[in-house]
């Protein structure tokens, strides 16, 4: 093996992966039952680097050549970059070296598009089932679909790769028409569908027969690129309910636009990552998935982008004043949840604990409420509650001047007007 030139593929082939956040490794229960290498049942942690993307598994494509030249990807074929691919048996070699020295916990693979989908998606199947088939390698793997790949593919992909994922990449229709004519919507939906249905199957054959393998158990997910079509805020949200509802996404991933190319259809190199409205984007999908809200009641023609200055749900409150305060000595759970400043543990820790005393607020200070917040919007057991003739937007401005934020620094022109 020549080290120095398996060390370049992977300087090239690990960089240009960086771009795809879509590798959560939650969500699979492999378990070591062969005697093998690893196991993902549990203690699967993923760590991410300060801008917040993933770097725990070995993260790499199999080749950053592709026949496709979407204007938003650093792999694009006019990009004028180095280009490498790696051999199967190498990523197979480096995941099993890895592993063994602790390095990582599993594989994300991903690829750019060589010859055809099909051919692409055959070498990536290839790499998962020599680790699984021939290294015992029971670690997590989690293996990009290729759009376009045949039904056949997809099913045998899912028989090896615990999570597989199709980047929907460009939100909108007409985005994606813009900057990759080549792609159509019908090609990542295809292999979405493909996935759900075997999903489906595989755990209704389970109920009958104990022995059916386990197809894609951490399921499938999906990345948008924001910001580099000037679609909205609901534009993106919209997409991603769609997802979610019609082909069973696990997660959808929001990837701020990293500008790589002198391309006057996209923002100009050097402008902004907009990693707050990332972080937004994934504050209201935790709010549509876990905290009873729709899209409509955030996104709507009257907001079609969400408020930079504050979370999603006190912005929604702070539009919403009139289903508040709420008594969180009689609140139902679904009207909890939408209290400002309560998580979801609270809100449970609030509903136990109320059945043997009357909330005040020390206790739901102890339940890890964030009162700056949420002191706004609550009525407890306590003689001593806050003004509750303010108007939102003196609200917002007082919420603002006592909290600290990760991204606050970008934003300290627009708190200054609260002052
Ligand atoms: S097909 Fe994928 S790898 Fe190829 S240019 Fe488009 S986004 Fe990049």
Redesign the pocket.
């Known amino acids: 093996m020549d080290f120095n030139r398996i060390k370049e593929k992977l300087n090239i082939l690990a960089d240009a992966a960086k771009y795809d956040v879509s590798c959560s490794s939650s969500g699979s229960n492999r378990k070591n039952t062969n005697k093998g290498l690893g196991n993902a049942s549990n203690g699967i942690c993923h760590s991410y680097s300060e801008d917040g993307r993933c770097i725990s598994l070995l993260k790499i494509l199999l080749t ?1 050549h ?5 204007a ?6 006019s990009n004028d970059i180095k280009r490498a691919a790696f051999k199967i048996q190498e990523v197979v070699d480096l995941t099993i070296k890895f592993y063994r020295r602790n390095y990582i916990e599993g594989l994300f693979l991903s ?3 060589f010859k055809d989908p099909d051919y692409t998606m055959e070498r990536l199947i290839a790499v998962a089932k020599k680790l699984r088939l021939e290294e015992n390698f029971n670690g997590y793997i989690h293996l990009k679909s290729i ?1 376009g790949a045949s039904d056949e593919l997809m099913y045998e992909a899912g028989l090896y790769a615990d999570r597989l994922s199709v ?1 929907i ?1 460009i939100p909108t229709v007409s985005g994606l028409k813009l900057l ?1 004519p080549d ?1 159509k919507h019908e090609d990542f939906a295809k292999p979405m569908l493909k996935v759900k249905n075997e999903i489906i199957r595989f755990k209704e054959e389970r109920k009958l027969l104990k022995s059916t393998p386990k197809y894609a158990p951490a399921g499938q997910s999906t990345q948008m690129i924001v910001g580099a079509t000037g679609e909205s805020d609901k534009d993106v949200m919209y997409s991603a309910n769609h997802f979610y509802k019609n082909f069973h996404m696990k997660r959808v991933y929001y990837s701020g636009y990293v500008p790589v190319s002198n391309d006057n259809r996209l923002p100009s190199i050097g402008t902004q990552v907009p990693m707050l409205r990332e972080n937004r984007l994934y504050q209201t999908d935790w709010l549509l998935r876990f905290y009873g809200f729709s899209v409509q009641e955030l996104l709507n023609a009257e907001y079609p982008n969400l408020d930079m200055d504050v979370d999603p749900k006190l912005s929604w409150a702070l539009r919403n004043m009139q289903h508040f305060p709420v008594d969180v000595n009689k609140a139902d759970i679904s009207v909890l949840a939408r209290i400002p400043g309560v998580g979801m543990t609270s809100v449970h820790k609030i509903m136990k604990a109320r059945k043997f005393r009357k909330l005040d607020w020390d206790h739901l200070k102890k339940m890890g409420v964030a009162l700056n917040r949420a002191k706004y919007f609550i009525l407890c057991d306590s003689r001593h509650w806050e003004r509750r003739d303010l108007d939102p937007q003196r609200i917002k401005g007082l919420i603002l001047s006592t909290s600290y934020g990760k991204f606050r620094p970008q934003y300290s022109n627009q708190l200054s007007l609260f002052n």
């Open positions: 950053n592709c026949i496709y030249d979407c938003y990807c650093v792999t694009r074929k690829s750019g598009i759009p980047n990449e990759a792609k």
